[in-house]
């Protein structure tokens, strides 16, 4: 037999669907992260990678998919023009002549985030601010596999207690066995050049543009480095100008300030 429920009964029930309805979509607002959690509300960032640093004549940005890494990094914040890199010390680095710009992000206070360390920052950045929370893992040098699912803070500041535990015990020896081997012609934006070893280096790969009738491609590199220090796009050292933009097709060596890597060092996340 049906059963026929009263119209008074099916308003009350609407009427209740409808406010689990809200409370439900507030608690999702509630949860959603900005896309740079480490900024402050009240911060005021002085422009973004894509606005400060334009193409070469002639050239114009990749396109990057919304909520993509490429896309991501394209907007990360910048310190003022003319900023200079300081260590996790508060001090000046040594050499200030190897920069184009610096990245809006804090180092800590410790020396832990270094090279692979900044890009293992940022890479876990952009997946916590899409919530992909799973995602965010990395190998220590022995092996084993750290996750930010399994760490019992889930806010941002758990995630920065959480990359300071990565940075003590992974590194570019790590970092460069959890990543596959890619071609240099094949080089996309969130690519690694990096070489793994006690002290390696690493730089990542943060912006790329293509001229549409030669079909040249350029790209902008970023790096922290030892000590600890503010994480910074660099400058071309073969560049006459100074423009920190590298060039295509790479030869059997990148030239960067502070490193040279073969070209046989470029490597991408699975």
């Not at 609407?14 to 607002?29: K, M, N, Q, R, Y």
């Not at 114009?60 to 003319?82: I, K, N, Q, T, Y």
């Not at 959480?162 to 790590?174: I, R, W």
Request: proline share 8%; hydrophobic share 40%; with cysteine.
């Amino acid at each position: 037999m049906t059963r026929t429920v009263p119209a008074s009964r099916r308003l009350s029930l609407s009427a209740l669907t409808f406010a689990l309805l809200l409370v439900w979509g507030a608690g999702t607002a509630a949860e959603a992260r900005p896309p740079y959690g480490w900024l402050e509300e009240s911060a005021a960032p002085t422009g973004t990678l894509a606005a400060r640093i334009a193409p070469p004549p002639g050239f114009e940005r990749v396109p990057a998919e919304d909520e993509s890494f490429a896309a991501w990094l394209r907007g990360l914040p910048l310190r003022p023009d003319g900023a200079p890199v300081m260590t996790y010390t508060g001090k000046p680095k040594w050499r200030q002549d190897v920069h184009a710009a610096v990245i809006d992000i804090d180092v800590g206070k410790r020396d832990l985030q270094q090279c692979a360390d900044a890009i293992m920052r940022l890479r876990a950045e952009w997946l916590y601010g899409l919530g992909r929370d799973k995602e965010i893992a990395f190998n220590d040098t022995d092996g084993k596999r750290r996750r930010f699912s399994a760490y019992k803070r889930k806010d941002h500041a758990g995630l920065r207690k959480y990359m300071d535990l990565v940075f003590a015990y992974a590194g570019t020896y790590s970092l460069e066995r959890e990543l596959k081997t890619v071609a240099a012609d094949d080089i996309a934006t969130g690519d690694v050049f990096i070489k793994g070893g006690f002290p390696g280096h690493a730089v990542l790969v943060a912006d790329m543009a293509v001229n549409r009738e030669t079909g040249e491609r350029r790209f902008l590199l970023l790096q922290s480095y030892m000590p600890a220090q503010d994480i910074h796009v660099l400058k071309n050292p073969n560049s006459p100008d100074g423009s920190p933009w590298y060039a295509t097709p790479i030869g059997e060596q990148l030239v960067t300030p502070e490193w040279t890597f073969p070209r046989t060092a470029l490597r991408r996340w699975p």
